[in-house]
């Protein structure tokens, strides 16, 4: 049985003003691309702050997602996102978008674990 | 049922050849009068017969002509010994306690007496009692590798010379004041780390992960010794990951101080022909883009056979594998373990850019690619990866995929920045492939042969630290030459022009002639 008090780390994809986000983007995103979906620092730390007000801890941020680690009971709470998927080798994705968060999540996403290359 | 499913384990010795119970010697024991502590064959088999009716698990293989050892439960010990058990707790090794049934170490009461009816046949018992494991030890063993196999090659020397690092170490250039970042399994603070003196930043925990000084795979602790045969005295920053990977870049590069390298022996195969990339991966492929931008130089393994993504991003420095046929240390050939393709995400980006050193694929039980003895915590997964190198617990392990090479290259970057920190992380990748060394022959997992100049098996082949470093300095020599008298005073003066010594020359000379 899973353990719902166990602590993973997901990425908050944000959005811009316009409503988009890099999920968006229909070119590349390199270093010569990414400044165009930069977000401006007092977005991104209202952002943060949003979110630890819905009770994940923020780890960091790349000014186009926020790193936050929450228990696998609180994903599921606040953004119906199964954490489980991720541990099978899917990606899990928020199902849920809380109405105060929906200015400004694009979505949530638990990569699956990478393959190392011994 | 395993052996550590067992409650207790102990030692029972049957009646000894000799007068005295092997409990009572007062002597050494020792090859001089072991023999007479051996019991009867009989009498083995006897007692053997009485345990198993008893209850108890023979471990057989075990078993020895002094000797039998036994599982079951406290229980049964209690039952069968009369025996005095309490759970009690020892460390292994540091920061690693267990628990486990003994009775206690007073001689009146660690000896185990067999019931009357078996008193003749059975001297005593002892409770096995789990060791210390002593730090492994900072030199490798010497392994008995597998008949199919091929020579393997130490770290640091054998990688340091192969890929001429070791030259560049010789020019007093070593990666000094260089900050790697490694994000992987954690590190282990294995003996060969310290015992070189190499310098360990403390192990940052990315989103999802715990226990810092832990690293039960073994491959974070492995594969950094890759980065130090090619930089000893660069800065490493180990980021332990989790499940977050996205969260891991971005822990790194929020640490202080800041690396000027990322090395990631790790990736997705999702790269694959016809594909197209999907939506959970943006984030990755925008944190990579972000640490880029920002100057830090990305070094990502290509895979073994993986289409290895962000070794495919355009930004990164992906490595691919070169295997060497020693003991011609310049027999090169394309990995048959390695990956290489066309990426279908980002068009003609080919994947990888050049390579490090790999083992080649050898079927030895499966396919692996046993060329470098590495570092690993002890009775961690890679400590008993194939072949052996004779105990599952010595913490060595044989293994050097992509994981190897792209650590290499991170080293060979930081002895580039070393030299001249105001590069690029473009400026870095075109330096390291231009100074290459062609891989003329071979052929990857992918099936794509190398050729003469560069190609998809190898990008522009073999790295070459020396090289890398020369074409490094070489701009600061071109700057000169082509620069006015007071530009060139003010380079002189400023420490920015090297000085040539013959044995400088020397050696450039030797080196191009080995290419």
Not at chain 2, 82 to 93: F, M, N, P, V
Not at chain 2, 226 to 245: E, H, S
Not at chain 2, 291 to 313: E, I, K, L, M, T
Request: overall charge negative.
């Amino acid at each position: 049985m899973a353990n719902e008090t166990e602590i993973f780390g997901a990425q908050v994809v944000l959005k811009q003003s316009d409503g988009s986000s890099i999920l968006d983007a229909t070119e590349s995103l390199t270093a010569a691309t990414i400044e165009r979906y930069r977000l401006p620092a007092e977005t991104v730390g209202e952002a943060r702050k949003a979110l630890e007000a819905l009770g994940f801890r923020v780890v960091g941020d790349d000014g186009t997602t926020l790193s936050v680690e929450g228990s696998r009971a609180h994903f599921a709470e606040v953004f119906g996102l199964e954490v489980g998927a991720a541990q099978a080798g899917v990606a899990a994705h928020a199902t849920k978008i809380p109405e105060d968060a929906q200015s400004f999540v694009a979505d949530v996403i638990v990569p699956p674990k990478p393959s190392l290359f011994p | 049922m395993s052996n550590n499913e067992y409650e207790v384990v102990a030692t029972v010795s049957p009646r000894s050849l000799g007068p005295i119970s092997l409990f009572d010697a007062e002597e050494a024991i020792t090859s001089d009068n072991v023999q007479q502590f051996n019991s009867d064959p009989s009498d083995i088999r006897d007692s053997k017969r009485a345990l198993s009716r008893a209850g108890f698990h023979v471990f057989e293989e075990a078993s020895s002509d002094t000797t039998i050892s036994i599982g079951g439960t406290a229980k049964l010990f209690k039952e069968f010994f009369g025996a005095k058990l309490t759970k009690q707790k020892t460390e292994i090794r540091p920061d690693t306690t267990i628990e486990f049934m003994a009775t206690s170490e007073d001689p009146s009461e660690a000896l185990m007496n067999a019931p009357d009816e078996f008193k003749q046949l059975i001297e005593g018992a002892v409770i096995a009692r789990p060791p210390t494991y002593f730090a492994p030890h900072p030199i490798p063993p010497l392994a008995s590798v597998h008949a199919n196999a091929y020579p393997y090659m130490m770290v640091p020397d054998g990688v340091g010379v192969v890929l001429r690092a070791s030259r560049v170490h010789r020019l007093g250039v070593t990666g000094k004041n260089v900050v790697v970042g490694m994000l992987d399994t954690g590190h282990y603070r294995h003996a060969f780390f310290s015992s070189r003196g190499y310098r360990l930043l403390s192990t940052l925990l990315a989103p999802g992960a715990s226990d810092p000084a832990d690293d039960a795979n073994g491959h974070g602790t492995g594969e950094s010794a890759n980065v130090f045969a090619c930089a000893p005295d660069c800065r490493l920053r180990m980021i332990k990951m989790g499940n977050d990977t996205v969260g891991a870049i971005n822990t790194a590069l929020n640490a202080n101080p800041k690396p000027q390298i990322l090395t990631n022996s790790w990736g997705y195969s999702a790269d694959t022909p016809g594909s197209s990339i999907p939506n959970w991966l943006k984030p990755l492929e925008a944190a990579v883009a972000n640490a880029v931008s920002q100057g830090v130089v990305v070094c990502f393994s290509a895979g073994n056979g993986h289409y290895g993504f962000p070794g495919s991003h355009p930004d990164v420095i992906s490595v691919g594998g070169v295997h060497v046929n020693l003991p011609d240390e310049n027999d090169l050939e394309a990995s048959s373990y390695a990956s290489s393709f066309n990426s279908s995400w980002y068009p003609g980006r080919q994947v990888p850019d050049l390579c490090g050193l790999t083992g080649k694929s050898v079927n030895i039980g499966g396919a692996k690619a046993p060329s470098l003895m590495l570092p690993v915590q002890a009775s961690a997964s890679l400590d008993g990866i194939a072949p052996s190198t004779g105990s599952n617990s010595d913490g060595w392990g044989l293994f050097s995929g992509t994981s190897a090479a792209c650590p290499q290259i991170a080293g060979i970057c930081a002895l580039m920045l070393e030299k001249d920190p105001t590069l690029t992380p473009a400026e870095v990748k075109d330096k390291l492939k231009k100074s290459a060394r062609d891989v003329k022959k071979g052929t990857t997992q992918m099936g794509h042969t190398a050729t003469n100049g560069p190609d998809l098996a190898t990008g522009s082949g073999l790295a070459d630290a020396k090289w890398a470093y020369i074409n490094t300095m070489g701009d600061v020599a071109a700057t000169f030459f082509s620069g006015t008298k007071e530009q060139q005073l003010a380079m002189v003066s400023s420490g920015a022009m090297p000085e040539f010594s013959k044995e400088f020359i020397s050696d450039m000379i030797d080196t191009l002639r080995s290419r």
